[in-house]
Nanobody, 127 residues
Framework: QVQLVESGGGLVQLGGSLRISCAVS????????MGWFRQAPGKERTFVAS????????YYADSVKGRFTISRDNAKNTVYLQMNSLKSEDTAVYYC????????????????????WGQGTQVTVSS
């Protein structure tokens, strides 16, 4: 059973930066690839970024490529999302999730692959 606790969200100005975190409770964190997702008000939850178990492969949605960076610390069972040059359309609740690692190279993840989620962390970009 994987437990996920997202944190670090808040109110940030247009063009600003924020780093959010996800603490993962699982027996062997390094067996899992990790992903970040987000859900804006009235919209479906969508994929943002993924990282493989070792941190050597990452994948980003086109909407965040070049602005967001996903990383992980396997010693701390934590995955991060550094968000720069924030736009109003980045306003959403951000969620992380974990999937058992199968391939060295990660691709986009689907929300349909997950049956449970953490509480998420709210990121609001203000102008």
């Amino acid at each position: 059973q994987v437990q996920l606790v997202e944190s670090g969200g808040g109110l940030v100005q247009l063009g600003g930066s924020l780093r959010i975190s996800c603490a993962v409770s699982v027996a062997t964190f390094r067996n899992y690839d990790m992903g970040w997702f987000r859900q804006a008000p009235g919209k479906e939850r969508t994929f943002v970024a993924s990282i493989n178990w070792s941190g050597t492969s990452t994948y980003y949605a086109d909407s965040v490529k070049g602005r967001f960076t996903i990383s992980r610390d396997n010693a701390k069972n934590t995955v991060y999302l550094q968000m720069n040059s924030l736009k109003s359309e980045d306003t959403a609740v951000y969620y992380c999730n974990a999937v058992r690692s199968r391939f060295t190279i990660v691709q986009a993840m689907s929300t349909a692959d997950f049956s449970s989620w953490g509480q998420g962390t709210q990121v609001t970009v203000s102008s």
